[in-house]
């Protein structure tokens, strides 16, 4: 039927144009106003249902209103020769019946009025609207001369290359000298530690020879009480098997283990700075 007997008023009339790359869903709008003062019910129906997405498909439109309808084509390869059909969409409409109905077999019935409109798809790639655009330029010479005879001329760009290639040789230097800060906290935290733990190991160390003298002054307090009650003096042992030594072992081994606690801390310290 004609655009001026239409009930529906449809937007875009006559074309959906949906414009690539394809690799990605490509949507469009279609707007549908009812133009009379009655309920109006439509159905969208396309040649292609398996390639494109419609939402709604049906409905009814109150009078003087109107529905927005989705239509999303989906992902597709340009270049396959299968893709190469012309799709079309065919937009149904009929003054909705008084009373209660059902809109999915309403369109069965042949004693209504049902009207329709076709649109085309046209389907955009970059190359094809570059080539139009081109198209588009050559179509109108005069007007391209005429613009530019008209047009002040601007002056040349000024020369960027030498602040960029500044301003990066700043960003690295700031870069360089915030890692060299960080090594050097590091370090410092590094060296505060290995002191913390002298202190502790001397500490430690100190305790641990008090607490062998006290063990010793109880261990030969034990024995004396112990002779005394007997009514014998014990025998001295061996001046290799005395409790001195022990106490000079201990002392010794001591700053090995200082020495052992400082070197891990170095190795952790050299593994910062060069990974």
């Known amino acids: 039927m004609s ?50 997405c419609v939402k709604p498909t049906t409905g009814v439109i109150g009078p003087k209103e109107s529905v927005t309808i989705l239509v999303t084509l989906q992902p597709f390869d340009p270049n396959d020769p299968n893709e190469k ?11 909705a019946p ?32 570059g080539t139009a655009a081109a198209a588009a330029v050559a179509a ?17 760009a000024a020369p960027v290359a030498a602040p960029v290639a ?3 040789e700043k ?19 590094a060296s505060d530690e290995i002191t913390r733990l002298r202190e502790e190991l001397s500490s430690a160390t100190r305790e641990n020879i008090q607490l062998k003298e006290e063990g010793l002054r109880l261990r030969r307090s034990n024995v004396s009480s112990a002779t005394d009650s007997a009514g014998f003096k014990p025998e001295q042992p061996p001046p290799m098997y005395r409790q001195p030594g022990q106490d000079s072992v201990a002392t010794v081994s001591s700053p090995n283990i200082l020495y052992i606690v400082a070197a891990l801390l170095l190795g952790i310290i050299i593994a910062k700075l060069f990974f």
């Open 3 to 52: 655009k001026a007997e239409a009930i529906l008023k449809i937007e875009p009339e006559n074309e959906l144009r949906f414009r690539g790359p394809f690799k990605e869903p490509v949507s469009v709008v279609m707007k549908l106003s009812n133009n009379v003062e009655k309920k109006v019910c439509f159905k969208v129906k396309t040649t292609a249902p398996k390639r494109y």
């Open 85 to 95: 059909g012309k799709h079309k969409f065919q937009v149904l409409s009929v003054l």
């Open 98 to 129: 008084e009373g209660e109905f059902n809109i999915e077999t309403l369109w069965k019935e042949t004693s209504l009025e049902i009207n329709d409109w076709k649109l085309k798809c046209v389907l955009e790639t970059p190359d094809e609207a």
């Open 140 to 156: 109108a010479p005069s007007a391209a001369v005429t613009n530019s005879a008209s047009a002040p001329t601007l002056p040349a």
């Open 166 to 168: 500044k301003a990066e």
């Open 171 to 189: 960003t690295s230097k700031d870069a360089s000298m915030q890692k060299v800060s960080n090594l050097e906290l590091e370090l410092r935290k």
